[in-house]
């Protein structure tokens, strides 16, 4: 349906808002719960952080439906407010409000993500979450970019 993708953006405008916003939090739950994982495991920060990409890339990707998933912007969202809490919930506003205003997902996903990096060095956090906040939301641009490239899947 709609642009064939697998995500909560597809499901928000093919199903509805109630639907979209339940797979919303399904996909940045799944997210949260793979660092959580993680860390629960006492897993060396590197791992906690491959593990959040593998999240992503298994949403972006998955095997079961043909790697034909989402953009993983919900996923990479649960990531992210898992691994740099205190940057994401800041940002979080101006993200909302851009998604009201604009109500377009990728102009609010660019408030969130672009400054990002900058938020994190301003709470002087750690080089390594720094890039990784740049990182992981240019995986999200990356897919959004091959998506975007491709015919999308309509049903006869």
């Not at 199903?15 to 860390?39: H, V, W, Y």
């Not at 890339?57 to 649960?78: C, L």
């Not at 990728?106 to 720094?130: D, E, H, Q, Y």
Request: charged share 10%; net charge positive; glycine share 12%.
């Amino acid at each position: 349906m709609g642009d064939g993708n697998a995500g909560a953006r597809n499901a928000f405008y093919q199903l509805g808002a109630k639907t979209g916003i339940t797979i919303f939090l399904i996909d940045a739950g799944k997210g949260a719960l793979a660092i959580l994982i993680a860390q629960v495991g006492n897993l060396p920060q590197v791992a906690v952080l491959i593990t959040g990409v593998a999240a992503v890339i298994g949403h972006n990707w998955p095997v079961f439906i043909g790697f034909r998933g989402g953009r993983g912007e919900a996923t990479t969202i649960g990531v992210l407010l898992t691994v740099i809490t205190q940057p994401m919930l800041i940002m979080a506003g101006p993200a909302l409000a851009a998604l009201f205003i604009l109500k377009n997902v990728t102009k609010a996903s660019a408030v969130l993500f672009v400054p990002l990096s900058l938020v994190c060095w301003w709470l002087r956090m750690p080089g390594v979450l720094i890039g990784y906040s740049i990182a992981l939301p240019c995986l999200v641009g990356f897919t959004h970019f091959l998506r975007t490239r491709q015919p999308a899947i309509r049903q006869a």
